[in-house]
T-cell receptor, first 114, second 116 residues
């Protein structure tokens, strides 16, 4: 069966520090991968999605970036964090070519910027 | 225009009663999928139910059913016999296209509180 791992679960970082959040999927190949951010009590904001290795689409201009160095690995990064980067970050995957398949989410990372 | 609209920020329901959470969508693509997710306070997103645009019957999964009204572009989630564990945020989502729908569009969510 497929599983998705996202870490760390919580992170406290000072303003201006770098960031690296990692997400890996097991049990499937060539998945679509997604990074979302959710502010407290709000909906999901799509940050990036990827349909293959090295292919990244950005939905919101910001100081974050994403990379997909391997088929089942998706990394969210920042060189310098801002206070506004605080939030709950969710990684998700879906089957690439099946419209009736849902997205499956990781457990999320709670990021607090001090 | 918003792809997914959830107009109820918060809902309350008595335990064991049924509740309907509203969702309307906007698309010109004839092929699309509609999804409902539950997000408890712990944060994980749990997939509940799916409805395809070509499905003739409303989807059901246990106590969850989807009231799909295609002409009105609505896909309301019905939870029957509410339980205390149903208290959570609920998100409606849509994926356009049969084979190339890479993006999922989410609504802003509805917070459901089940009252004992």
């Amino acid at each position: 069966s497929q599983t998705i791992h996202q870490w760390p679960a919580t992170l406290v970082q000072p303003v201006g520090s770098p960031l690296s959040l990692e997400c890996t999927v097991e049990g499937t190949s060539n998945p679509n991968l997604y990074w979302y951010r959710q502010a407290a009590g709000r909906g999901l904001q799509l940050l990036f999605y990827s349909v293959g290795i090295g292919q990244i689409s950005s939905e919101v201009p910001q100081n974050l970036s994403a990379s997909r160095p391997q088929d089942r690995q998706f990394i969210l990064s920042s060189k310098k964090l801002l206070l506004s980067d605080s939030g709950f970050y969710l990684c998700a995957w879906s089957v690439g070519l099946a419209g009736n398949q849902p997205q499956h989410f990781g457990d999320g990372t709670r990021l607090s910027i001090l | 225009a918003q792809k997914i609209t959830q107009t109820q920020p918060g809902m309350f329901v008595q335990e064991k009663e049924a509740v309907t959470l509203d969702c309307t969508y906007d698309t010109s693509d004839p092929s699309y999928g509609l999804f409902w997710y539950k997000q408890p306070s712990s944060g994980e997103m749990i997939f509940l139910i799916y409805q395809g645009s070509y499905d003739q019957q409303n989807a059901t999964e246990g106590r969850y059913s989807l009231n799909f009204q295609k002409a009105r572009k609505s896909a309301n989630l019905v939870i029957s016999a509410s339980q205390l564990g149903d208290s959570a945020m609920y998100f409606c989502a849509m994926r356009e296209g049969q084979d190339t729908g890479n993006q999922f569009y989410f609504g802003t969510g509805t917070s459901l509180t089940v009252i004992p």
